[in-house]
């Protein structure tokens, strides 16, 4: 008995009627963190303590979270986390060549610290958000394309 273990498995988006679309946001996510993360902007914070370490937690949070909705086998999650982990470390080295930003190794930990909550939440309905929007347009509109 073969058990389906492959890597082609492990990035299945086959409970995805619309997976390329889901997929091509998640890049555009991908590219507002790098595009955040190396423009000479800042954004505008409040006043808070340690509110831009709530930023990049929740701007890596919030890519986890979305591609938890895409993959749903466990061991593409954890490479998945693990590519978004190594993202957060190699612009924080970038960042230190460019002149308006600097390198921080907190805010590394930020990153991987919104990495692994949404993983974790990914264990929880929270997995499902994509899936229950197809199922309500086709509901709601009687196709899925």
């Not at 470390?89 to 990495?115: C, P, S, W």
């Amino acid at each position: 008995m073969h058990t389906n273990t492959s890597t082609e498995a492990w990035f299945s988006v086959s409970h995805l009627k619309w997976a390329r679309l889901w997929l091509l946001m998640g890049l555009l996510l991908i590219t507002c963190v790098f595009y955040a993360s190396f423009t000479s902007r800042g954004l505008p914070l409040p006043r808070i303590p340690y509110g831009d370490k709530l930023l990049h937690m929740s701007a890596y949070a919030v890519l986890m979270g979305w591609f938890v909705q895409i993959f749903h086998h466990h061991k593409g999650r954890l490479c998945i986390a693990g590519l978004f982990i190594a993202m957060g470390i190699a612009i924080e080295f970038l960042q230190d060549f460019y002149f308006k930003r600097h390198f921080d190794v907190i805010d590394m930990l930020a990153n991987t610290v919104g990495v692994a909550l949404a993983l974790l939440a990914g264990m929880t309905w929270l997995d499902s958000i994509l899936v229950a929007i197809e199922r309500a347009w086709v509901r709601r509109f009687g196709h899925a394309s």
